[in-house]
């Protein structure tokens, strides 16, 4: 076996993805395996085989051009000689049973050839690994012409988007502005808008939620397709602002797929509706946690700096101010860092430091008996702790900031 055969046919066992190179007349140079080519719906049809080389026909450094062939598409390389095919490859769900009359249109005899249900993007990125190893460029990555240029593509989008800016004037279509989208979600996730099933599709503010997903714009001219999209794009907002509203970040993203996987697979408009509404309704009574327990969180910071300052002279601990509190000293101690960006403990310090600055810049008493006051004896340890907040000695601190006019006073 030669260098290009191995590499299609460890292509083709690992990821189901068909390759072969064939010469300028259509004739075969490497295939996957011995007998390949009576499965391959590429060499069996004349038509098609024809039909790709045109496709690859204009080259342009290590370009492929796609090919459709009513949802099996193929990947087509010209170069050096020699065209190299993958595919065919589908990204919509086909069953075997689809497979076999596409095999069957295009002449295949016998069994045939695997045809895989692919991540667009993964199926690429093994096309442009498999085309480094044949052509020895392992640096060079590969183009994608997906057969629509781009300077056609930009004409079309600025024609559609004047033809829709007319539609939307005469039809009364417009979107919401982003200020009140934005004041929506952060209702819907912060327990503002109400959770129960039959009040869900009104907002607090008069404005159905109905309104709301008529002012995402027009996405389709089908009922069904525009109230599919607008159900996928309005789970994707509400998640991030679930994520932003404190719900955890594994659990918004788990029940964002399940709900989208559940909607890929509704049966009418009815199962679109009520897959987003009863998503809608969970994230909202996740949202509605997640922001009771910030606020709780907040409440317990707020106690514990209150206690903390009550009792700054004395020698605290984690577990007298949790007590304090009516916390497990773990569970506050979390909270605490969470909400802070530092430890309990470092909070005290900080303020005890800070007290000290203060007696030492207007007061003239001796660094000993102010860690003394401060309940962080003995001198060496006050020092220690002292520079780890400041970045200088006490001693130090005292010489630069000394206000000699309040002490003379």
């Not at 404190?246 to 993203?253: P, T």
């Not at 606020?295 to 209150?306: A, F, G, I």
């Not at 007061?363 to 309940?375: D, F, K, L």
């Amino acid at each position: 076996m030669d260098k290009a055969a191995f590499i299609l046919s460890n292509i083709y066992h690992l990821h189901s993805l068909a390759g072969r190179i064939l010469d300028e007349s259509g004739n075969p140079l490497a295939l996957p395996f011995e007998g390949f080519g009576e499965q391959d719906p590429a060499l069996s049809d004349r038509e098609l085989s024809g039909l790709l080389r045109e496709q690859g026909a204009e080259k342009a450094g290590d370009r492929y051009r796609m090919h459709n062939d009513g949802g099996y598409w193929y990947y087509v390389f010209h170069g050096h000689g020699r065209y190299v095919i993958w595919g065919p490859v589908v990204f919509e769900e086909h069953s075997k049973y689809d497979n076999r009359l596409y095999g069957k249109k295009r002449g295949v005899k016998g069994e045939i050839c695997r045809i895989p249900l692919g991540n667009i993007w993964a199926m690429e990125e093994t096309i442009a690994f498999g085309h480094g190893l044949l052509s020895e460029k392992y640096e060079t990555g590969i183009e994608i012409d997906y057969g629509m240029a781009k300077e056609r593509f930009q004409r079309e989008i600025s024609a559609k988007a004047s033809e829709y800016g007319l539609q939307k004037a005469e039809h009364s279509r417009g979107h919401h502005s982003f200020a009140r989208e934005n004041q929506m979600w952060k209702w819907f996730v912060e327990g503002k808008a109400d959770i129960d099933g039959t009040n869900i599709l009104q907002m607090k503010t008069d404005n159905p939620f109905g309104d709301v997903i008529r002012g995402a714009g027009l996405m389709s001219e089908s009922p069904r397709k525009n109230l599919e999209y607008a159900a996928v794009s309005g789970i994707t907002l509400i998640t991030r602002y679930a994520i932003a509203a404190g719900v955890e970040e594994n659990v918004a993203y788990a029940l964002s797929d399940v709900a989208l996987q559940k909607l890929s697979k509704a049966a009418d408009v009815m199962e679109i509706e009520s897959t987003m509404v009863y998503t809608f309704q969970e994230f909202m009574r996740l949202g509605r946690k997640a922001v009771e327990k910030t606020d709780n969180n907040s409440r317990y910071v707020e106690q514990s700096r209150e206690y903390i300052a009550a009792h700054i002279y004395e020698k605290l601990s984690v577990p007298e101010i949790a007590g304090a509190v009516g916390l497990h000293p773990v569970y506050l101690s979390r909270i605490f860092a969470g909400e802070t960006g530092m430890t309990l403990m470092e909070y005290v310090m900080r303020e005890k430091v800070q007290i000290s600055c203060n007696l030492l810049k207007y007061s003239n008493r001796s660094i000993a008996v102010i860690a003394e006051y401060m309940n962080l004896s003995p001198q060496s340890y006050f020092t220690r702790v002292f520079k780890k907040v400041t970045g200088e000695t006490p001693a130090s601190y005292r010489k630069a900031h000394v206000d000699k006019n309040f002490l003379e006073s």
